[in-house]
């Protein structure tokens, strides 16, 4: 019954999400408080979150690890246990009006219980965070490294520990977009001094991401929120890694190989970067250091736009079946995906289709960064 009456509000998001906020909005006008001046992103966030709460229903472990972090990260927005109430009571008006065809007493029931034990998942983890971390970090910029037009590597001292695990994102503020926060996932393994990396793109229209390529400068304060996301290590496993990445994917990945190859074990590390062209590996001096420092690490790059540049050709799936010195079975192997929501799916499919169990193949496909 939820994802029949979900269906019918996918086939209207944007109408559907509007009346929602509409509804939210006209029965407690305090709460546009907490919300930025454009809603475009939120709406889009929303809808998301919505989706994964629907489609998780048979998956309770995955649903309860994704709300646990939305709850954590819900701090920083000022929202309380109370406005989940008011919530719930827009979403069920626009659930009528939008899903008025197959709309029921059970799928309303349906539809209650379900966002009320996902509510209380998140109400739970953000009072758990409240007894010993705060909403949020301040952080300075300690360097900015402008690596393109369009891209740049920043280096962020917080002011307070951050704790979190390779493979991770976090939320970012700048003081020029007040409420408006951006996912980013963070480049490096967890160091003494506590410094953070991340990998920015400039997209077009990128409220966040130009502030933060364009004008963000050493000094500069920016805001993060808590770490949150599941495609880290697991701890228990010795087995070979496969990593592959596109873009800023690179930056969990590269984070999983300074765990991988800080935690002593020789596993063999397979780093496949995907790029359009050469100039485009962005970071690729950096992981040849680390190539260079741990034989049992190699870094594969792929480049789609010059057929001519000697090395291989395409997108990472194209030459996953093809990666030398790498033997042994694809069912004995840990794979991390992470770039493009695109090149995801194509290689999730092509390890499937190489014999990579879907249970050891990782990435943060629903993690949409702007």
């Not at 546009?32 to 809603?39: E, I, K, T």
């Not at 400039?202 to 966040?208: D, K, Q, S, T």
Request: proline share 7%.
């Amino acid at each position: 019954m939820l994802k029949e009456s979900f269906n019918r509000l996918e086939n209207r998001s944007d109408k559907a999400v509007g009346y929602f906020y509409g509804r939210l909005f006209a029965a407690h006008p305090r709460l546009r408080a907490l919300f930025p001046v454009a809603l475009g992103d939120q709406r889009a966030r929303f809808f998301l979150a919505l989706t994964r709460i629907v489609w998780s229903q048979d998956n309770p472990e995955e649903l309860a690890a994704y709300l646990t972090g939305l709850g954590r990260g819900h701090r920083k927005y000022g929202v309380t246990a109370e406005h989940y109430r008011a919530v719930e009571d827009a979403l069920i008006a626009t659930l009528r009006v939008y899903a008025a065809d197959v709309w029921s007493p059970r799928a309303e029931e349906a539809w209650v219980e379900a966002f009320r034990s996902a509510s209380a998942t998140m109400i739970e983890a953000a009072e758990r965070d409240a007894g010993g971390a705060p909403p949020w970090w301040t952080a300075e910029v300690v360097e900015h490294d402008r690596r393109s037009d369009d891209l740049a590597v920043l280096t962020l001292n917080p002011e307070r520990p951050l704790p979190f695990a390779p493979g991770q994102y976090l939320t970012v503020q700048t003081f020029r977009w007040p409420r408006v926060w951006r996912p980013y996932s963070i480049a490096n393994a967890p160091r003494s001094d506590g410094r953070l990396r991340l990998h920015v793109r400039a997209r077009p229209g990128g409220w966040v991401s130009g502030a933060l390529v364009r004008g963000t400068a050493p000094g500069d304060t920016v805001l993060l929120g808590p770490a949150t996301g599941t495609m880290t290590l697991d701890p228990d496993s010795g087995r070979d890694l496969l990593l592959v990445a596109g873009g800023t994917g690179l930056a969990p990945v590269k984070a999983l190989a300074e765990q991988a190859v800080m935690s002593g074990r020789e596993r063999r590390v397979r780093l496949v970067v995907g790029a359009r062209t050469e100039s485009d590996l962005y970071d690729l001096p950096d992981l040849r250091l680390l190539e260079a420092a741990y034989p049992w690490v190699r870094v594969h790059p792929v480049l789609s736009d010059e057929p001519g540049s000697g090395g291989p050709h395409g997108t990472p799936a194209d030459v996953l079946g093809d990666l030398d010195d790498w033997d042994g079975a694809w069912d004995d192997r840990d794979a991390y995906v992470a770039g493009p929501a695109p090149m995801v799916r194509r290689t999730v499919a092509c390890l499937q289709r190489l014999g990579a169990p879907l249970e050891r193949i990782h990435h943060d496909l629903l993690k949409a960064e702007e």
